[in-house]
């Protein structure tokens, strides 16, 4: 059964760094692209980063450029977000999603693009 599970949320005061963690399992997942994406109360969901099945391709949202910084390790089906810098308006849920993909490509601006999901984590940016 394919899954998704993010971990590294939590509190952190602003100029705070976190490293957010997308594990999967059911899939092979290196021909996946795998997005990262927020939500926050009373927003749409919006597209963070992403990074193509071939490691190739990377895109940041302009909010997070030169704070955050996507990655992936495909022998332990893994991506990883880390996030410095931190500022209140990062605050949100924080989700990994994955859609089959070619090796070059990944996207931000259609949630709907990608096919799986994790359950997210909390990301609160406060003093």
């Known amino acids: 059964q394919l899954q998704l599970v993010e971990s590294g949320g939590g509190l952190v005061q602003p100029g705070g760094s976190l490293r957010l963690s997308c594990a999967a399992s059911g899939f092979t997942w290196g021909y996946y692209a795998i997005g990262w994406f927020r939500q926050a109360p009373g927003k749409e969901r919006e597209g963070v980063s992403c990074i193509s099945s071939s490691d190739r391709t990377t895109t940041y949202a302009n909010s997070v450029k030169g704070r955050f910084a996507i990655s992936r390790d495909n022998a332990k089906n893994t991506v990883y977000l880390q996030m410095n810098s931190l500022k209140p308006e990062d605050t949100a849920l924080y989700y990994c999603?994955?859609?089959?993909?070619?090796?070059?490509?990944?996207?931000?601006?259609?949630?709907?693009?990608?096919?799986?999901w994790g359950q997210g984590t909390q990301v609160t940016v406060s003093s």
């Open positions: 999603a994955a859609v089959s993909s070619g090796s070059r490509w990944c996207g931000l601006k259609d949630p709907t693009t990608y096919t799986y």
